[in-house]
């Protein structure tokens, strides 16, 4: 019985030990890159086909790119979001960390309109 009981108690301290049982971490601790992924991904929903020219997570298909009208899976959704946003933080890099907030911006209504916005304007 002794050594059932030291079984379950080794087997426990080694799952509260592990890496995921402390995964629920608070948003704020993540990189402001990261944060904004998260908050786009809530956001904008995981387009259908039918919502064709824009798929993944609000991704609007351009003149030239080679996107089938499919119904793309999570991960590559979330591929083709992080390579958009990094696009638009290089775009912006020299706002420093106000960069995240103007890429999240253009994301969502296109580098020409924050370039004409007056919240780019107030940054400058």
Request: charged fraction near 25%; aromatic fraction near 12%; hydrophobic fraction near 40%.
């Amino acid at each position: 019985m002794k050594k059932i009981l030291m079984f379950f108690m080794a087997l426990l301290t080694l799952v509260a030990a592990t890496p995921t049982a402390n995964a629920k971490r608070s948003i704020m601790e993540l990189p402001l890159f990261e944060r904004a992924v998260l908050i786009i991904k809530k956001f904008e929903t995981l387009h259908k086909p039918k919502h064709w020219p824009t798929i993944c997570y609000g991704h609007v298909v351009q003149r030239g790119e080679h996107f089938t009208r499919r119904q793309y899976s999570e991960s590559e959704a979330d591929a083709l979001l992080r390579r958009d946003y990094a696009k638009f933080c290089e775009l912006y890099k020299e706002y420093g960390r106000d960069k995240y907030i103007l890429a999240a911006l253009a994301y969502n209504i296109g580098p020409g309109a924050v370039n004409k916005s007056s919240v780019l304007k107030k940054l400058k």
